[in-house]
């Protein structure tokens, strides 16, 4: 199995892939949260005491989703929200907890920069394309690049411990998107 793009070495994809696992950590242990959750995330870390419109100015996202995401990040206990003291309509978001140490631990390898780290989520995005990219598509690039030529085992075995059948079906569909493929002489998948 082998990935795109090929430029990456063999440093930098165990470099992303351990910033992936910090992320995932910091997002209640979920791989499968979209990597566009962890760009507000992040987002929200760089910026205490931020609001949802200035969220939706900096990166550009639809209200519906940033809801959706605000509302998940809450109730996983990664983001606390409070009232303004002059407009009790106006709610302030800041990281917290473990979300917050985790979220150190992912900022790192990126010279504790929230803009590397949200360059770096960006440009993972935009890999993939169409489709809406989660951690765990991210962590599968990262450890096909690592490991290169490598048999589907070996990524599942360095994977979330989470379902096979969902693990199986994200290597099926990067495969299927051309991310990654089968090298069939070798029966690696």
């Not at 992936?20 to 997002?27: P, R, T």
């Not at 709610?91 to 504790?112: Q, R, T, V, W």
């Amino acid at each position: 199995m082998r990935a795109l793009p090929t430029d990456i070495t063999k440093t930098k994809a165990d470099k992303i892939g351990q910033i992936i696992d910090h992320l995932v950590a910091a997002l209640g242990g979920e791989p499968s949260c979209p990597i566009r959750r962890a760009v507000i995330f992040v987002d929200i870390d760089e910026h205490p005491g931020t609001t949802q419109t200035d969220i939706i100015n900096r990166l550009g996202i639809e209200k519906s989703s940033l809801n959706r995401d605000i509302e998940w990040l809450y109730d996983y206990g990664c983001i606390m929200r409070t009232s303004g003291e002059s407009d009790s309509r106006v709610i302030h978001i800041h990281s917290c907890g473990y979300a917050k140490k985790n979220l150190e631990l992912a900022l790192d390898p990126c010279d504790f920069s929230h803009k590397n780290l949200k360059n770096l989520l960006i440009d993972l995005i935009n890999l993939f394309g169409e489709h809406k990219p989660t951690l765990r598509d991210a962590k599968i690039i990262s450890l096909v690049c690592d490991h290169g030529p490598s048999f589907k085992q070996d990524v599942l075995n360095d994977l979330y411990n989470g379902p096979s059948s969902t693990d199986n079906r994200a290597i099926k569909n990067l495969i299927q998107q051309g991310l990654i493929y089968v090298d069939e002489e070798q029966d690696a998948a």
